[in-house]
């Protein structure tokens, strides 16, 4: 029964991170839009070159 306790906490632990990894993943994926959509806004002399 302890086992299954154990087993049960750490695959809870391991879930948590999992989804904090995604929300992680989300928010980075949304500042990067974010940012590129201001890149786009104010093009550098680079871009206009190009």
């Given at each position: 029964?302890?086992?299954e306790k154990l087993k049960l906490s750490k695959l809870t632990i391991y879930s948590v991170q999992q989804v904090e990894l995604a929300?992680?993943?989300t928010l980075n994926l949304s500042n990067i839009n974010a940012r590129f959509e201001d890149l786009k806004k104010f093009p550098s002399a680079n871009t206009q070159n190009n």
């Open positions: 029964m302890k086992m929300l992680l993943n």
